[in-house]
């Protein structure tokens, strides 16, 4: 039997092609033969890897070295350095640019960027999700064998208490009690619902995992379905997301097709079945209320709570509505045991968390780190440092819900209960992070008009809320501002926080809480002086 | 008659079995992508059928119609030129992008031109945040990205679709 160590793989995407990568290819094939190297060394192309700043490009496993450009006359240097000798030809490697969704970096990536922790991650990049084979040979399925023959369905929820675990879509709500809420409700029918509407501005986390591991999602629900005894679910995924809707339509026949999914799965009693519902563009939709109701059939309006889905969900069942980065988390738990889970991040959020880096900063993309890490080492580390070595002046979290977080928080750890006691929210995993050159008035009015255009209308605070304090921002923006102005704005927050319906509403008003209470100055400047400090509002610039 | 029935009977029959059958009205949203996938948009006659199918009334399926954005009641352009303009894009430049790019194309947000082959429209977060200006095309059926656009990348993206539009009106005539 073969037993691969390295993986190569050469990016095949229509440049890359034009700049030799088929020779490229077959110098590698070539070198790795003359090194005697084929049993241990599997060489591919592939598509499109993500960047094109260095092509033809090539990426080589597990130690996710990426180099570029690559010559065929630079292919038996970089055989013998690295897959022969087993360092990394450093000379060789492509510059450090953008970390990308589609190249994967594992965790020991001693090339070019620094490590990660990646638990959700592991697997993204480096299987093909189009091939349940290759997620079976990286443990795939082994934690739903694990329960189905090894655990009682109490057990399962116990384990996940026991691990810690905390809802990822930015509430926080610890799973296992979930869980646990819809195991006890006697019915005969319960439901698991795995919520991939993601439509934060700036989260695109469960893109990656759908696209890159649907199998994990697959796994997760029918361990829950055990769990809380249901034997169906829905996944419900954003309509824009054509490519992970189908990966998940394939990965879903593929798992029908073995088994895993369907009638007495692992030869037990216990059946399951997933089906796609397709979302078509609300971002409301991401409320699970809403959500639920969309799957109806009915207009995407949060219900009132209680009750809650977890006593009267879907079609009236008991139902457990989780996000696709927190149903991620559950295979490996049951794996690997709470005591294992628990060794990563802080003991009131114990885990990894999946950000997306973006705004002013040199480097951009997606990691996984744990929970506990401060925005400083995010920035420094992760990303490279800000664009331009300009200051830092606020980062924006958790999309339009999350919080504007000052410098001053900058040290503070990213878990939820800190942040929790430091008055700001994590949110969904977005990390937008702004330079001196932002002007807060300017974000503030942009986050202003998307819940403005997302609010469903359905209760009075947030739909002419969102609207007024909309126009607000934008007379402040524009020198037409009065200092009442400012109390009007706290005071239309603080509604819409205690009379909102659902979340969206309770939510929108925290930028202009945020910006009010790090930023009043900045906002005073364009009231009383009509200058935007920053020079980026029409009006006049500072002199 | 129910022509949708008629011509997609397996297909609706596969998305009514994803639901139980005393709750036939949550395969609207997908009945109602058949539709426009058939037509290019939403016809009040496809509506009606869908409303026969599912045993509901017209005025439940034209709500969800209007509620979600990627419904369409109208004809519309053959692409959907989508621009994101959220406060991430924003920062990198989206708002000036979608400017220019409908000065270059003559037309507004939600304009068709001319030739009714193109129609920009200012969206929500696609999640391709890191690489605005970012818009996707949608249209034949598929969505495909172009990140990290100029006004003269996103031009040259247009005429090629222009010209593989007049090709086929080409090869047809």
Known sequence: ?543 | MNTLRAKYADEIQAILAKYPPEHKRSAVMPLLYLAQREAGYVTVQAMAEIAEILEISITDVASIVGFYTLYYDQPHGRYHIQVCTDLPCALRGAEDFLKALCQALGVEVGQVTPDGLFVIEEVKCIGACHRAPVFQVQGDGEIVFHENQTLETALAVIEALRQKAQQEKEGTA
């Open chain 1, 1 to 543: 039997m073969k037993m691969i160590r390295s993986m190569v793989l050469v990016s095949g995407d229509s440049l890359s092609l034009e700049r030799g990568a088929e020779q490229v290819l077959q110098a590698l094939q070539n070198e790795i033969q003359a090194f005697g190297l084929s049993d241990e060394v599997s060489v591919m192309m592939i598509g499109d890897v993500g960047r094109h700043d260095a092509l033809p490009m090539v990426i080589v496993y597990p130690e996710a070295a990426v180099y570029g450009p690559v010559r065929p006359e630079d292919v038996h240097y970089l055989v013998e350095e690295h897959l022969y000798k087993g360092r990394i030809a450093n000379d060789l490697l492509a510059p450090v640019r953008e970390l990308s969704g589609r190249i994967a970096w594992v965790a020991a990536r001693k090339g070019t960027l620094p490590a990660e922790q990646r638990i959700v991650l592991r697997r993204v990049g480096l299987i093909n999700p189009d091939d349940i084979e290759e997620y079976i040979l990286h443990d795939g399925y082994t934690a739903l064998g694990k329960v189905l023959t090894e655990m009682t369905p109490n057990e399962v929820i116990e384990e996940i208490k026991k691990s810690g675990l905390r809802g990822r879509g930015g509430a926080g709500f610890p799973t296992g009690a979930k869980w646990s809420f819809v195991a006890r409700e006697k019915s005969a029918k319960k439901y698991i619902i795995c919520n991939a509407d993601e439509s934060e501005p700036g989260t695109f986390k469960d893109r990656i995992i759908l696209e890159g591991d649907p199998h994990s999602i697959i796994e997760a629900m029918a361990i829950a379905g055990y769990a809380v005894g249901a034997d169906e679910g829905y996944i419900y995924v954003r309509g824009e997301y054509l490519l992970a809707q189908e990966r998940l339509r394939r990965a879903i026949e593929q798992a029908r097709e073995m088994g895993f999914l369907g009638k007495n799965i692992f030869g037990t009693d216990f059946s399951f079945d997933i089906h796609i519902h397709t979302g078509a563009g609300a971002y409301i939709c991401g409320e699970e209320t809403a959500l639920i109701e969309s799957i109806e059939g009915k207009r995407g309006q949060p219900r009132s709570r209680p009750p809650f889905p977890t006593t009267y969900g879907l079609w009236g069942k008991p139902t457990v509505v989780n996000n696709v980065e927190t149903l991620a988390n559950v295979p490996p738990i049951v794996l690997n045991g709470a005591d294992w889970y628990r060794r990563f991040g802080t003991p009131s959020s114990p885990g990894t968390k999946v950000y997306t880096i973006l705004g002013n900063v040199n480097v951009t993309g997606v990691i996984e780190v744990p929970m506990g890490i401060t925005l400083r080492e995010v920035i420094n580390i992760y990303a490279k440092g800000m664009k331009g070595g300009a200051a830092f002046k606020l980062a924006q979290t958790g999309g339009s819900s999350g919080s504007l977080i000052p410098a001053s928080l900058q040290d503070t750890p990213m878990d939820f209960d800190s942040y929790a006691k430091a008055g700001v929210a994590l949110g969904s995993g977005a990390l937008l992070i702004c330079d001196e050159n932002t002007c807060v008035v300017d974000l503030v009015k942009v986050l202003m008009n998307f819940f403005r255009k997302e609010s469903c209308g359905k209760c009075n605070p947030c739909r002419i809320g969102t609207q007024r304090a909309y126009e607000i921002m934008c007379a402040i923006a524009e020198g037409r501002g009065k200092m009442e102005d400012l109390d009007q704005l706290l005071w239309l927050s603080e509604n819409m926080y205690l009379l909102s319906n659902c979340g969206l509403g309770q939510t929108a008003g925290t930028p202009i809480k945020d910006m009010l209470k790090h930023f009043r100055a900045e906002v005073e400047a364009h009231i009383a002086l009509h200058v935007c400090p920053t020079g980026v509002c029409k009006i006049k610039a500072f002199a």
